[in-house]
């Protein structure tokens, strides 16, 4: 069953800003990544589809209904975590508690505590008193306590540690297997590989379907350290895009046979050099080229 149905989206602020003619679907227990550079209109397409900003034209229905004809209700069904923190009340968490529970006129303090305790929050302390890692753990709670049909992720794992990323993956499978249907805006290249069904590239106004070409190729973020100054010219290596040189110090996104890049890599006075999962951001750059 069809959760999301999006026809000619748009929202623009200026001719080069915004979102134009979007079109696409969401399939029940389905996950829908959107990546992209910022500024290309990532958070802004969340918006639009959930009415908090105003679409210039456009249609959206979520479980074939029109989001305007039912607005209130449709919202009761949906979470949406933003990609900035929320303005939260000067209130303890379990004074918040209560007025959750108000307005979805029912009880939700067992489901919130049980997620309070497994991200370790007390409902004791002030919300505005948290740390950005713990308001990030509240929100995510909040957008997803009520077993939404419907999820919005708008940057979920900003400000989190890697086991918090791993317990927020493992409930947002959870959700999806019992129905629950995701899209979400992240930069944690992993995270977006583990949970997505779909994955979407928003460039120059259209969406751009690249998970096979994510996962066709091993995307590694390497620096490494010599005893000699560095030029670009001495990393004009197959494989080797998003050079960045500070002296004696080098990083760059590889995509190839890691033993044929150690080989030409030699004959360099290596002190150091590690590899790392780059973000979506520090391979997008050698994506774009191929596309």
Not at 178 to 194: A, Q
Request: proline share 2%; aromatic share 10%; hydrophobic share 40%.
């Amino acid at each position: 069953m069809k959760s999301l149905i999006v026809k000619n989206l748009t929202k623009l602020y200026d001719k080069n800003h915004g979102i134009k003619e979007l079109s696409f679907e969401l399939l029940e227990k389905e996950c829908l990544a959107i990546i992209g550079k910022s500024g290309t209109g990532k958070s802004t397409l969340i918006k639009t589809i959930l009415n908090i900003l105003t679409p210039d034209r456009g249609n959206i229905k979520i479980y074939n209904t029109n989001l305007n004809d039912n607005y209130v209700d449709i919202m009761k069904i949906v979470g949406y975590l933003q990609d900035k923190p929320i303005d939260f009340p000067k209130v303890t968490i379990n004074k918040f508690i209560k007025v959750i529970n108000d307005y979805y006129d029912q009880d939700y303090t067992n489901d919130l505590m049980y997620y309070l305790d497994l991200f370790k929050l007390n409902k004791d302390n002030i919300i505005t008193s948290l740390s950005s890692g713990e308001i990030q753990k509240l929100s995510f709670i909040l957008a997803i306590f009520h077993k939404p049909k419907i999820l919005f992720l708008d940057e979920p794992t900003n400000f989190l540690d890697t086991n918090t990323i791993h317990i927020m993956s493992d409930i947002l499978k959870k959700l999806k297997y019992e129905g629950t249907s995701i899209i979400v805006c992240s930069h944690s290249l992993n995270f977006i590989l583990d949970l997505a069904d779909k994955i979407y590239l928003l460039n120059d106004f259209k969406l751009i379907d690249i998970k096979d070409k994510l996962l066709k190729k091993d995307y590694k973020k390497i620096t490494l350290a010599t005893n000699n100054p560095l030029t670009y010219k001495d990393l004009n290596i197959e494989g080797i895009s998003n050079i960045k040189i500070s002296n004696k110090v080098a990083d760059f996104i590889y995509i190839g046979n890691l033993n044929y890049l150690l080989k030409k890599l030699s004959h360099f006075d290596l002190t150091d050099i590690t590899l790392e999962n780059p973000s979506i951001d520090e391979v997008l750059g050698g994506l774009l080229n191929v596309l």
